[in-house]
């Protein structure tokens, strides 16, 4: 079965620093990944997706994800954190052919002023 | 022009009411999903609707049932409710099934069972 794991329930990290958000998944064939960000009272905001080829994926917000295959991972990345990415992230994947989004337990991203 | 939009944003009812909740896109996507989201903020898919066809129904007690009029549009009503539904519910859509399309989401419906 597929499935997302998001190691951390929160990540702190100073204003201007870069942050990492993790995320490992499990596909029985190709992954199809995907991030997420909600805001307080907001619904999820898609930021980037990884089909194939380039491991590194540009997305919405300055924001990047790694693709390892690997390490089964595609974790969020950004060089420079803003008080205003602070949020809720979700990792989310869907195996090709499926209709469904399996979604992480999410990560609360904090910066810091 | 909001491309997914859910009614109403808040709801507050008392247990063993009936209540709906309703779902329309505007982005000619044909595949439209209900999730639940809990005080945990876990979210966990419930139905999906592909060209008006039920294609995934989770273990979802019989209490709630999706409608789909078209492919624009997504119901779910809600028998008999529990405190235990209390919840965000979120509608999203996304463009068939194939794998690598991404799903817009609605702004959700807070229900409050009281």
């Known amino acids: 079965a597929q499935s997302v794991a998001q190691p951390e329930d929160q990540v702190n990290v100073a204003e201007g620093n870069p942050l990492t958000v993790k995320c490992t998944y499990s596909?029985?064939?190709?992954?199809?990944l995907f991030w997420y960000v909600q805001y307080p009272n907001r619904g999820l905001q898609f930021l980037l997706k990884?089909?194939?080829?380039?491991?590194l994926v540009k997305g919405s917000y300055g924001f990047e994800a790694e693709f390892n295959k690997s390490q089964t991972s595609f974790h969020l990345k950004k060089p420079s954190a803003l008080v205003s990415d602070s949020a809720l992230y979700f990792c989310?994947?869907?195996?090709?052919?499926?209709?469904?989004?399996?979604f992480g337990t999410g990560t609360r991203l904090k910066v810091l002023a | 022009d909001t491309a997914v939009s859910q009614t109403p944003k808040y709801l507050v009812t008392q247990m063993g009411n009936d209540k709906s909740i309703k779902c329309e896109q505007n982005?000619?996507?044909?595949?439209m999903y209900w999730y639940k989201q809990d005080s945990k903020k876990f979210l966990k898919i419930m139905f999906s609707?592909?060209?008006?066809?039920?294609?995934i129904n989770e273990t979802v007690p019989n209490r709630f049932s999706p409608k789909s009029p078209d492919k624009a549009h997504l119901n779910l009503h809600i028998n008999s409710l529990e405190l235990g539904d209390s919840a965000v519910y979120f509608c999203?859509?996304?463009?068939?099934?194939?794998?690598?399309?991404?799903?817009?989401f609605g702004q959700g419906t807070r229900l409050t069972v009281v």
């Open positions: 982005l000619g996507h044909d595949t």
């Open positions: 999203a859509s996304s463009l068939g099934g194939r794998g690598h399309t991404e799903a817009f």
């Open positions: 989310a994947v869907r195996d090709s052919g499926t209709y469904k989004y399996i």
């Open positions: 609707y592909n060209n008006k066809e039920l294609i």
């Open positions: 990884y089909i194939t080829g380039d491991n």
């Open positions: 596909v029985s064939g190709n992954p199809y």
